[in-house]
């Protein structure tokens, strides 16, 4: 199993940005992908970002194509989320996630084994 633990939501205004940070922990070697997701209340999660772990690939939801970047720094077994011109409707608990495997590509939960407790990010209009 993988530990997982997020950093860096807090308060902005639209237009903003923020950095996210994931840690992990544990068995690392095991994974091979790691994600973004996040809840709005009262909406069901939903896929933000993810990265190979060894490659470097990614794959965004279209939602925040051109405005999100995930990237990581593998020596510190961590991922980031830099949100730039971040929007009202970016609000949300964002949940950090790994995976076993990075092909096929997947957006679904479900593929995603671990997960981190969540960092609330509020953007303010």
């Known amino acids: 199993q993988v530990q997982l633990v997020e950093s860096g939501g807090g308060l902005v205004q639209a237009g903003g940005s923020l950095r996210l940070s994931c840690a992990a922990s544990g068995r690392t070697s095991s994974t091979y992908a790691m994600g973004w997701f996040r809840q709005a209340p009262g909406k069901e999660r939903e896929f933000v970002a993810a990265i190979r772990w060894g490659g470097g690939n990614t794959y965004y939801a279209d939602s925040v194509k051109g405005r999100f970047t995930i990237s990581r720094d593998n020596a510190k077994n961590t991922v980031y989320l830099q949100m730039n011109s971040l929007k009202p409707e970016d609000t949300a608990v964002y949940y950090c996630?790994?995976?076993?495997?990075?092909?096929?590509?997947?957006?679904?939960?479900?593929?995603?084994?671990?997960w981190g407790q969540g960092t609330q990010v509020t953007v303010s209009s």
């Open positions: 996630a790994a995976r076993d495997r990075f092909y096929p590509i997947s957006s679904d939960m479900s593929d995603f084994g671990s």
